[in-house]
């Protein structure tokens, strides 16, 4: 019992030490660039740094504007990680993170002053918008293609009280318990000239307009697909194992064109423009039903409106609980 002890001490005592060698305190110099979306530098912009602690000691922090080539250096006592961002009158706020020390060779660690570049994107015009945050509606219908209504954010009926059919999921797979069941989750469209475009921000980092500010006028598919599995396999030797897949990708977003119109020759005559930020989470295949969460969804009702900038002060979409209103634009 007493040699158990002596090791646990021992492991803790290595562990600390590590962190501490692997994570000293030491002077950085974070070196900060703001540019635009065309790469030049923008002057007069407010650059925040931030150095976070370790066990317990105080958030290091500086601030100040950038010069005429669009930088801004700080210099501070960090650990590891640095937090940085950036915004101007006229601009969307930006941020990034960035480390103090970095990986070399996989686990030593290096010290690093990081250099990080924020781009920010101009506010064009932002629109009215029907708008909704972080949340979750049931598909109850497996193995078939449910309307969902864009702007009322609904299923329509008899599922729901949504009126158009703008978007249809459907949920296909099987269940035979948690550890084995497989899920593929399609979304469509109705009308020729419908799609989603798809596109990459990360959701912790960039600009706080994820989007582009128009939505593209090609590039658009029909049919987009996730899929998701877990199954449990038990070797001869009756050891267990999991295989998982279908994670939520962390970069995913999507601008949709959905009530489209087309002319004779195939031109886009009438639509209305969406947005999704974030991957469209699922919990997959089940007889009771499935959920969808959304982490933004956007409509912009006016028709041939490719303005994908939400006005924060104009949400269409009345009465929504406190945790469902938008945070981003």
């Known amino acids: ?44 912009a407010m650059v925040g740094v931030t150095y976070s602690p370790l066990r317990g000691d105080k958030y290091v922090t500086g601030e100040g504007l950038t010069d005429s ?23 969307y706020k930006s941020r990034e993170e960035a480390l103090a020390y970095a990986h070399v060779d996989g686990q030593k660690m290096s010290p690093n002053d990081p250099q990080v570049e924020l781009v920010l994107k101009e506010i064009e015009d932002p629109v ?64 020729e000239g419908d799609g989603v475009w798809e596109f990459q921000a990360d959701q912790g980092s960039g600009s706080f307009l994820r989007s582009p500010q128009l939505a593209p006028t090609e590039g658009y598919i029909r049919e987009k697909s996730w899929s998701s599995s877990r199954i449990k396999t038990v070797d ?10 279908g994670e939520k990708r962390s970069d995913a977003n999507y601008v949709l064109r959905i009530r489209t119109e087309l002319d004779e020759e195939g031109r886009v005559e009438k639509a209305n423009y969406a947005k999704i930020y974030g991957d469209i989470g699922f919990y997959g295949y089940h007889p009771d039903g499935s959920y969808l969460y959304f982490d933004g969804l956007y409509f912009n009702p ?13 949400n269409l979409l009345d009465s929504i609980p406190t945790l469902e209103r938008p945070k981003l634009p």
């Open 302 to 314: 006016e028709v041939n409106d490719r303005r994908l900038e939400f006005d924060m002060k104009k």
């Open 69 to 91: 080539e669009g930088l801004f250096r700080f210099t501070g006592i960090a650990y590891y990680e640095v937090f940085v961002s950036a915004e101007k009158d006229g601009y």
């Open 236 to 245: 001869d030797e009756f050891n267990e194992a999991w295989s998982t897949s």
């Open 1 to 44: 019992m007493m040699t158990s002890r002596i090791l646990v001490a021992l492991a803790l005592f290595a562990s600390l030490a590590y962190c501490s060698s692997a994570y000293e305190a030491r002077s950085t110099t974070t070196t900060v660039r703001v540019v635009d979306e065309n790469g030049e530098g923008i002057q007069g």
């Open 128 to 191: 009215a918008m029907y708008v909704r945050a972080n949340f979750e509606v049931t598909l109850l219908e497996m193995e078939a293609r449910v309307g969902f209504d864009l702007m009322l954010m609904d299923w329509v009926a008899p599922y729901g009280g949504g009126k158009s059919a703008d978007v249809f999921f459907e949920m296909r797979g099987h269940y035979e318990g948690p550890d084995d069941r497989s899920a593929l989750l399609i979304m469509s469209f109705p009308n």
